[in-house]
C-alpha cells in the first residue's frame, strides 16, 4: 500500500520557521522525484519545491532564499524548512512523489498557516 505521511505544520508568526516532514512507504523502491505543493483557498495547487533523486533541486520563485528542500533516500523522506514565513505562505501544503514509472502519489496535506 503507497503512503506519503506528511508532519510539521501547524500555527507559527510572521518571520517565524516551521520543518515539514514527508516519509513515503510502499513505492520506495522506484520513488523518482520527491516536492512540496500548497494549495492556498481559491487559489490552485502550486509548486513550491522539488528534489531528484540525484539531489537537483527546484524552487518556486516566491519561496527561493527562504524554504529549503532536502532528502534522506534511505529513509525514503523528504523535508521542507521554511523560514521567514509570510503570511501568503499560509496553505495546505502537499506532498507528492513520482516513480520512475511516471506514477504520481500524493500525501493527504498538512496546514500551515502564518499569523500574528
Known amino acids: 500500500q503507497v503512503q506519503l505521511v506528511e508532519s510539521g505544520g501547524g500555527l507559527v508568526q510572521p518571520g517565524g520557521s516551521l520543518r515539514l516532514s514527508c516519509a513515503a512507504s510502499?513505492?520506495?523502491?522506484?520513488?523518482?522525484?520527491m516536492g512540496w505543493y500548497r494549495q492556498a483557498p481559491g487559489k490552485q495547487r502550486e509548486l513550491v519545491a522539488a528534489?531528484?533523486?540525484?539531489?537537483?533541486?527546484d524552487y518556486a520563485d516566491s519561496v527561493k532564499g527562504r524554504f529549503t528542500i532536502s532528502r534522506d533516500n534511505a529513509k525514503n523522506t523528504v523535508y521542507l524548512q521554511m523560514n521567514t514565513l509570510r503570511p501568503e505562505d499560509t496553505a495546505v501544503y502537499y506532498c507528492?512523489?513520482?516513480?520512475?514509472?511516471?506514477?504520481?502519489?500524493w500525501g493527504q496535506g498538512t496546514q500551515v498557516t502564518v499569523s500574528s
Open positions: 510502499g513505492i520506495s523502491f522506484s520513488i523518482n522525484t
Open positions: 528534489i531528484t533523486g540525484g539531489g537537483v533541486t
Open positions: 507528492n512523489a513520482v516513480t520512475i514509472y511516471s506514477r504520481s502519489y
